[in-house]
C-alpha cells in the first residue's frame, strides 16, 4: 500500500503525513521554501517539483526508502475535530474552490436535494453548518449517501496509514500550537 498522502522535502531532510485541514498547505509551503528558498508560486497541492509526494510516481520509491529505515525526522499535525469540521464546511461547502467551480461540483446540488443546504449569498450559516453536520455524520457513520470525504474523515484513519505501512512519527503536534509545533520540525 506504500504511503499515501506523504511529502517529502528533496533534501530528505523531513517527511510530513498530510492530515486534511490540518495546516497542511502552510505546512508543505514550509517544506518546499526549507529546500528551495522560495514559496511554491500557486497552491501547494498543485506542485510537481521542488517537492516529493506520494501521488508523484517518480517520488514512490525515494518516500518509501526514507520512510522504511526511519531516515528522516517524520511527523503530522492533528486539529481539533469540531474546528476541523468547521473549515470543512466553510473551504469545501460554502466556498468556491481555486478552479472556479464548487467543490466535486455536483456536491452541493446534491446537499441541497437530500438535506437542505443552501449556501448561495447570505445564508444562515449556522443552520446550513447544522444541515452540514447531519450529512457528514451520515457519510461517517452509514456511509450514505457516500463515503466520508478525505477533509471530514476520521484524522486517525489518515495517521495510522503511515504508521501501518510501516512508518514512525518522531513528533504529531496540534494546528492550534502551530508556531510551536513547526518550530520544532524547522530545529
Known amino acids: 500500500m506504500g ?16 492530515v486534511p485541514k490540518c495546516a497542511c498547505s502552510t505546512i508543505g509551503q514550509v517544506m518546499y521554501f526549507s529546500d528551495n528558498g522560495v514559496f ?32 528522516s525526522y517524520a ?21 468556491i474552490q481555486r478552479n472556479g467551480q464548487r467543490y466535486r461540483c455536483n456536491l452541493v446540488p446534491q446537499l441541497a436535494q437530500r438535506y437542505g443546504i443552501e449556501v448561495e449569498g447570505d445564508f444562515d450559516q449556522i443552520a446550513m453548518f447544522r444541515r452540514f453536520l447531519l450529512f457528514a455524520r451520515d457519510t ?8 466520508p470525504d478525505i477533509h471530514w474523515s476520521s484524522t486517525s484513519g489518515h495517521i495510522s496509514t503511515f504508521i501501518v505501512n510501516g512508518g514512525q ?15 520544532a520540525v524547522l530545529d
Open 3 to 18: 504511503f499515501p498522502g506523504t511529502w517529502m522535502t528533496e533534501s530528505e531532510s523531513m517527511v510530513y503525513r498530510v
Open 40 to 71: 511554491f508560486d500557486g497552491d501547494i497541492h498543485d506542485a510537481q517539483h521542488g517537492l516529493h509526494k506520494w501521488a508523484n510516481e517518480t517520488s514512490k520509491p525515494l518516500i518509501e526508502e526514507n520512510v522504511s529505515t526511519h531516515k
Open 75 to 95: 511527523f503530522t499535525f492533528v486539529r481539533n475535530p469540531y474546528n476541523r469540521i468547521l473549515s470543512s464546511f466553510f473551504d469545501k461547502i460554502a466556498g
Open 140 to 147: 461517517i457513520r452509514f456511509r450514505k449517501p457516500m463515503d
Open 169 to 183: 512519527y518522531d513528533n504529531i503536534f496540534w494546528t492550534e500550537k502551530f508556531n510551536e509545533g513547526m518550530q
